[in-house]
């Protein structure tokens, strides 16, 4: 592992750049925040959880992934659900194909059979939010712990993470930061549908990200069922997508990480996933490309793969009748499947108020597909 020297922080906010020459990549994190702001010192509130507070540290470099073997838990799992969705518990869908609240669950209990149950249960609902969990208060090392059992933890290349733990990727907009002001002098909008590090050869699956954090109102969460979006095409255009593949770059990611002065833990890389994949467990098939990440269609000319690609981006986005929202409320950890779902965050708050939250982002098999059926 690197060394843990950290190079962390300014003391003032500096609002976060936007750069514009990266393609459909969209670049809207800070890479520096105010110490004194977020230990309180400025009479701003305080920061709740210090020790999740971003470094990020220049020395901290990585070799390329190697492949490793992923075990699917959630292939066996009991689907009743007995330890996961025990007697007591409330469990609400937020929509027919996507979403699902549950209370009365602590998922740092969970015994195995009940982690196998809670990896089906994702993929199947794609994106659940148990609230009332105890996940921000436990060391950093514990949850880790659990998040490992899931697959190989992913280390970002470019994102803040707490000292000594880059394997937590962390969403942090500290108190004061007016770094709306800046982004849109650009941009009308700050969607970016996404699956998180879809250019990596083992993208994640099972995903959990927790509140530490959170404005009064605003920065919820968008999701999209890309297994309802696949089901929405024709028969005939489902079967000429079978067989394709895209190309996935994170080089627009780091160059722009670069640019504005971050961190770059690993050299970018492309790799090239079906635009049809299927999910292990459940066996349902999903699309797979995002606006953010993907950049081409192998085999195709820039005008055709152009075209495809942003019907389905559009179908994706425009697809209301096929998403979900999720409202952020203290002691929330939302788990989604990355492999049949894309999702973005909103930039739509305006106090100023602080936003933070961890990410824990265990990776899962290479993209697969298996063939067309109508």
């Known amino acids: 592992m690197a060394p843990s020297a950290t190079s962390t922080v300014t003391e003032t906010v500096a609002p976060p750049q936007t750069i514009k020459a990266f393609g459909a990549y969209k670049e ?24 999740y507070l971003p470094t990020w540290n220049p020395e901290q470099k990585y070799a390329p992934l190697q492949p490793f073997e992923h075990v699917e838990h959630g292939k066996d799992a009991d689907t009743s659900f007995p330890e996961l969705l025990p007697e007591g518990s ?14 009365g669950v602590q998922l740092s209990s969970l015994s195995n059979a009940g982690k196998d149950q ?24 514990k949850a880790l712990e659990f998040g490992g059992y899931f697959g190989r ?25 007016k770094g709306h002001e ?23 699956g099972t995903t959990f990200l927790y509140i530490l954090d959170k404005p009064e109102t605003g920065g919820d969460t968008l999701f999209v069922n890309a297994v309802e979006a696949y089901n929405r095409l024709s028969p005939l255009f489902q079967e000429r997508l079978h067989g394709l593949k895209a190309t996935h770059s994170g080089i627009e990611q780091a160059n722009a990480s670069s640019a504005r002065g971050g961190i770059r833990r690993r050299e970018p890389v492309v790799n090239a996933h079906p635009i049809v994949r299927t999910h292990p467990a459940t066996g349902e098939k999903a699309l797979f490309v995002n606006p953010q990440f993907t950049r081409d269609i192998v085999g195709l000319k820039k005008e055709e793969s152009d075209a ?43 106090s100023g108020q602080r936003r933070h939250l961890a990410r824990i982002t265990p990776q899962a098999e290479p993209p697969f597909e298996t063939p067309f059926s109508s």
């Open 90 to 103: 409330a469990v609400s869908h937020l929509t027919p194909t996507i979403g699902t609240e549950v209370r």
């Open 182 to 204: 800046t982004f849109f002098e650009t941009r009308t909008s700050s969607v970016a549908w996404h699956s998180d590090v879809s250019y990596e050869q083992q993208p994640p």
């Open 118 to 141: 809670l990896a089906r249960f994702v993929a199947e609902r794609k994106v659940v939010a148990f609230r009332g969990q105890d996940f921000a208060d436990l060391p950093i090392a």
């Open 28 to 51: 809207i994190a800070p890479t520096s925040f105010s110490k004194d702001a977020e230990e309180g010192k400025t009479g701003l509130k305080a920061a709740k959880y210090q020790n």
């Open 153 to 177: 933890h992913h280390i970002h290349p470019t994102s803040g993470s707490p000292e000594g733990h880059p394997e937590i990727h962390l969403v942090h907009r500290g108190e004061g930061d």
């Open 308 to 350: 495809i690609l942003k019907f389905l981006y559009d179908h994706l986005a425009y697809g209301a009748d096929f998403q979900a929202r999720v409202k952020w409320e203290e002691g929330t950890v939302v788990v989604w499947d990355n492999r049949v779902t894309q999702h973005s965050a909103l930039l739509d708050w305006k």
